[in-house]
């Protein structure tokens, strides 16, 4: 009898837990209706709504662009589009989509990262040539912050790695970001010592020897570097290093190295969620539209280096346009990268076990 | 007689200097960084401070947050109150084995809660195809928020619950039982009044921890802001977009909160224990 | 009272209710847990985990876990005595108190921390004259991991003191014990079996602490790297199989440290309960 009891107990409370997850599924399904709703009898598209999951330094760019793209979007359809953004570090964001966060689109810092959701069979092959330049709208490029006036005297790769620099960058295993920068430093010591790579090695390990705090995230070592006056030099996304000039203009000074590399953050149409909701057509504008010439420009007022050469050319009192910009394919692409230097046991690992 | 004197005297001593090294702990370990909060949140002004917390994303996090908290606060009594019923009351085997795995979830990390999550209810778990055709969306929308909120704080109202009828023992439960009570009459009558206290504290902590869950909501969210962002999520978003005043002052909203929270039970408190 | 047959009702309905939330909100999911790490062979679990950088973070996170869940258990026993038995003032804005660490967000807590710990903090600078660093070391990762653990400790002994009868002490006072004698033979047997459960919580939580510690350590690998972190990056490197290999360690970690707390506290509750 007891038994049964507590057999009728165990199911009511499942169904109580079942009941309260559906209730507060039904608050969130609410204020999602997707953009497959089909007009209900009237003249005025139904309003659309697309998911945008991007990475972090881009925020400020896309805050920008979203407002851009809706007057664009009510020009061309005469209809109303809402944008939902969301941010994070771009390995974590990819994951997500792959685990099943439904983005419309994807804009995220690596080609790598992109690779991912497609694996998870989200997005179809080909994507790199659905859109123009490799489906890389902007670039950047990794700079040096320091403090005003520059009181290390650090000008190029060389300085970074000088005994008692403070050197801030977050930490390449967790952060995006900060494998460009050990790539960067990477591409300068190669051309230095004609490839050898031993030497390259112990140059990439003087650098990290000289790394104070190895934040998880760019915004983190950001922080360290900005608030709490750690270190000499910040390694730095060219535009976040931009951002903290604009906050704090008389405080910092941003050194372009001689070589650095170019980052070419990606973007994509997620097929299998566009299809399932219906948007792919506006999905396609909206990565479209980050080609246009006002697209463009936005992103170089955010400091993103646009992929446009006339219009980047409007911004070369902004961006050093001389510095010599290797690429990931110099590395053999991404999927090469990361197993040679940053999987377990990879050349990132050797340098702080060795 | 002069012993007893010396005896409270030093009693006295020995009073006051806990009571100092408990103010100075708290002082610095708790206050300080409370006040460097509010501080932060106010440096660039109440206006600021205003359009921060009174942001249309600032509001919605904050609804989130007290959904979740509330379910999170609802089951876990439900269970805590049953659970330490079960472990206190009745002698059965596999009753260690029982406490630890209610204790499990607080010393999970919090990634790892996120995670599991992630792994029973996401796109490569089994069950996806299933949610999928029923479109039901657990991870990365409210649900999985609940749930994860619901999982930090499991075992805090069931722990403060066992030691107390731990130390109370079954005598009186059991001298009810056998002059016929009904079990709702006995935990009422008997049982509740020794725990009430206990009971607070426990909805407290749970309230507590359940809003300012950070980590494994982080995870299970997907950041999708104004739907599935929670308070310390939206702090974090602002911190990444080196807003540092707004994040300062969302997170005031957390303290303030709390601050309710710990009001409510201390007059509460007050009220009973005179009664009592 | 060793009859064995139950005497008080509800042994089934509170074990059904039990046992089902616990089912779906912890067991469940962890099992998810295990099934995954299952894909691997042993032997590549046991290559992955015994990696010196994972071997060294666990020796980071479980070392620095362990210090500070000593200061709060010490600290703890002394606030919640101080909060119970003596009258001060302002003795209940100390007291509610307590729980603000669990509501604001770990990363705020981080931030803050950081910020007031740095060699350009508050407290920064003035150990900065003995030189002592805190932040970006383990002494940081250690202050980070007391301020996430205080209410554990506090609030699972506070409940059983405010039960235990002041007449015991003041019996033993009459027969003229020393005040000292009192607390340690006395008092101290009947709040360990809290404490030690406090304890026990505070250390599995402080060892998968992320969100504050990841601000305040440097991260630095084999110094200050801690294992969630690790996890957290083997998940950003799409390495499912290391992360929950790992996160499986760390779980079984704090299942031990409970269960063993657990056994303790059985323990000593059957040593008071024969002694009383």
């Not at chain 1, 003249?43 to 805050?63: G, H």
């Not at chain 1, 964001?93 to 099943?100: C, D, I, K, P, S």
């Amino acid at each position: 009898m007891k038994i049964k009891k507590a057999l009728t107990f165990a199911l009511a409370t499942v169904l109580g837990i079942s009941a309260l997850t559906a209730c507060s599924n039904t608050v969130s399904e609410n204020s999602d209706n997707g953009g497959s709703t089909p007009a209900s009898g009237g003249n005025t598209p139904a309003k659309i709504t697309l998911t945008n999951v991007s990475y972090d330094p881009t925020r400020e760019l896309y805050e920008a662009y979203n407002k851009a793209f809706q007057a664009h979007w009510k020009e061309k359809t005469g209809g109303e589009i809402e944008i939902s953004q969301s941010h994070g570090g771009s390995g974590k964001q990819a994951l997500e989509v792959a685990n099943g966060l439904e983005a419309d689109v994807v804009t995220l810092a690596l080609e790598y990262d992109v690779k991912a959701v497609q694996d998870a069979g989200l997005i179809e092959d080909g994507w790199v040539s659905e859109f123009e330049k490799d489906s890389s709208p902007y670039t950047s490029t990794i700079v040096f912050l320091v403090r005003k006036g520059n009181p290390k005297n650090i000008k190029d790769w060389d300085d970074v790695v000088k005994e008692g620099v403070g050197v801030i960058t977050p930490n390449p295993k967790t952060s995006g970001g900060a494998r460009w920068n050990y790539l960067a430093a990477w591409a300068y010591a190669d051309k230095k010592f004609g490839g050898d790579e031993a030497q390259i090695k112990k140059f990439i390990e003087a650098l990290f020897k000289n790394v104070l705090v190895l934040d998880s995230g760019a915004r983190g070592a950001t922080n360290s570097f900005v608030q709490n006056k750690q270190g000499d030099v910040l390694l730095a996304w060219e535009n976040e290093a931009y951002l903290s000039i604009q906050d704090y203009p008389d405080d910092y000074e941003i050194i372009t190295p001689s070589i650095s590399i170019l980052a070419q953050p990606s973007v994509a149409i997620v097929d299998k969620v566009v299809d399932k909701r219906g948007t792919r057509e506006a999905a396609t504008e909206y990565l479209n539209y980050l080609y246009s010439d006002e697209a463009q420009r936005i992103a170089g007022q955010n400091f993103y280096r646009p992929s446009n050469p006339d219009i980047l050319d409007e911004f070369k009192d902004t961006f050093d346009l001389n510095v010599n910009l290797v690429t990931i394919n110099d590395f053999g692409g991404w999927d090469k990268a990361q197993e040679t230097h940053f999987t377990d046991g990879g050349v990132f690992d050797q340098i702080y076990e060795g | 007689m002069d012993k007893t004197q010396d005896q409270s005297k030093n009693a006295k001593i020995v009073k006051w200097l806990l009571i100092s090294i408990s103010t100075l702990f708290i002082a610095v370990m708790l206050l300080l960084p409370l006040v460097t909060v509010i501080i932060e949140a106010f440096r660039q002004g109440f206006e600021v401070y205003l359009k921060a917390i009174a942001d249309e994303y600032t509001v919605k996090a904050t609804l989130l947050t007290l959904e979740a908290t509330l379910f999170a606060v609802v089951i876990n009594t439900v269970f805590g109150l049953f659970a330490a019923w079960t472990v206190t009351k009745f002698k059965f085997h596999g009753k260690k084995l029982l406490t630890t795995l209610i204790d499990i979830p607080v010393t999970v990390s919090p990634i790892i809660a996120g995670l599991i999550f992630v792994l029973t209810f996401g796109r490569q778990s089994f069950i996806y195809p299933l949610l999928e055709k029923a479109d039901v969306k657990i991870v990365f929308a409210v649900p999985g928020i609940v749930l994860a909120t619901i999982f930090v704080t499991f075992p805090f109202i069931s722990r403060e619950l066992i030691p107390v009828l731990e130390a109370q023992g079954t005598d009186e439960e059991e001298a009810a039982a056998l002059m016929g009570a009904s079990l709702p009459r006995i935990f009422t009558k008997v049982t509740f009044p020794h725990i009430k206290w206990a009971f607070l504290y426990g909805v407290v902590l749970c309230t507590a921890r359940a809003m300012g869950e950070f980590g494994a909501v982080s995870v299970l969210s997907g950041h999708i802001r104004g739907k599935t962002n929670t308070l310390p999520l939206h702090v974090e978003i602002l911190f990444n977009e080196f807003k540092y005043v707004p994040a300062f002052a969302v997170s005031s909203i957390l303290v303030i909160l709390a601050v309710i929270v710990l009001i409510i039970r201390s007059v509460v408190e007050y009220h009973g224990k005179k009664d009592g | 009272m060793k009859r064995s047959k139950r005497v008080i009702p509800g042994f089934g309905l509170s074990m059904g209710v039990t046992l089902s939330i616990l089912g779906l909100v912890v067991v469940i999911p962890l099992a998810s847990l295990v099934v995954f790490t299952a894909q691997m062979s042993f032997a590549d679990i046991i290559k992955t985990i015994t990696r010196d950088r994972i071997l060294a973070s666990f020796r980071v996170s479980f070392l620095t876990a362990f210090i500070a869940s000593l200061i709060n258990l010490v600290m703890g026993v002394i606030l919640a005595w101080v909060l119970v038995r003596y009258k001060f003032p302002f003795k209940r804005i100390l007291d509610g108190m307590i729980e603000l660490p669990f509501a604001l967000p770990t990363a705020v807590a981080g931030i803050t921390l950081t910020s007031l710990t740095a060699d350009t903090g508050l407290f920064g600078k003035f150990f900065g004259i003995f030189g002592v660093k805190i932040a970006y070391t383990r002494i940081g990762i250690t202050v980070a991991l007391v301020f996430i653990g205080i209410p554990f400790v506090v609030r699972a002994v506070q409940p059983v003191l405010e039960k235990l009868d002041a007449s015991y002490e003041e019996a033993a006072g009459v027969l003229g014990a020393s005040r000292s004698k009192i607390f340690f033979k006395v008092i101290l047997p009947e709040i360990m079996p809290a404490a030690l459960t406090g304890f026990g919580l505070a250390f599995g939580r402080c060892i998968g602490e992320y969100g504050s510690v990841v601000f305040i350590a440097g991260n630095k690998p084999f110094e200050t790297e801690i294992t969630p972190l690790i996890i957290m990056s083997e998940l950003q490197e799409y390495d499912y199989p290391s992360a929950t290999a790992i996160a499986l360690v760390m779980l079984i970690a704090s299942f031990v440290i409970l269960f063993a707390t657990n056994l303790i506290q059985a323990r000593s509750a059957k040593i008071l309960k024969g002694d009383s």
